[in-house]
């Protein structure tokens, strides 16, 4: 094939380059603003007005907003309702962590001096 | 301001970047309409499939934001950098890919309004899936060197760069790639050629 021939296959293929679809485009955007909105997040000033009070709304983003803290404060709702009045069905298992019983000690690594 | 997605920005590429890196939401569609087309030309003509093409130009795209904040203006063109890593990626691809030629006349645009007849636009179909067809069938360098001098029409310097070698190797990969391309399509040159026989 004459050189001229195979330029000929080149400058058709560059003139006519394949489309872009509208999905892959708005994936590509999607990415693009979603690490621009975590840059904005991490970059946000602390209001030195109300210290505390910014210190404590990045404190609860950092750990997943609301929907986390509450269900993290449930649990330990839930654990403190079980340590001071138990359920019944749970009364004859709590005394066994809750009261010191005498153990047998073992000494597994006996002194030297036995043996002088 | 808000513009229109096809609204072109006369920002240089890493103005446009800096502007991204900064939160613009502008600059990150100037930047997708500029860059994507081009990557999509190249990774599609490496890997002849169109959805893996797709996955190597939003992966690109991906590696490209989370560098923003790290560019440092007046290193290495981003273009340049673009076409380096999608030449990683598509690569990656080829070499865990078992399978062979994979183009179908879906993914070939239709010829534009100035072909004259259908039986013309038939045959310019017919040549580029030739050529798909013969560029596949290169090795991995050739084919990457070939489409990065003919169709994405870089220059030698710039496709050295991206592929990690010198200019002479390039040169050798681009006149390699053409004589084996010659020898492919000169089986059917009569056939191709049919419409300017007069």
Redesign the interface.
Known sequence: MRKANLDDFFAQARSQPPEVSFDLQSRILSDAFLMQDQWARKAAPINSSNLWFDVAKHFFAELGGAMSISSVLAAALSGMWVGFAPPAALADVFPAFLTTQQSDIFDLLPSDNEFQ | MQMP?DSPSYLDDQALLAQ??K?D?DA??N???RF???L??YA??MLSD?LE??DV??ET??RL??Q??LWQAGGAKIETWLYQVASHLCIDRLRKRKKGFSVSLN???E??DEQPTAEAGLM?KD??I??YKAIDLLPERQRQAIVLR??E?LGNGEIAVIMGIGIEAVESLIAWA?RN???I??GR?DEL?KDEVH
Do not use: N, S
């Open positions: 997605l991204f890196a939160g939401r990150a569609r930047l997708t309409l994507t087309p081009r999509m030309r599609i003509r169109r093409a797709e130009v939003q795209m991906l934001w989370h923003a904040p993914d070939i645009d010829p534009g310019e040549r580029q030739a050529l003919h169709i029409d053409k391309l010659a020898a399509l000169a040159q050629m």
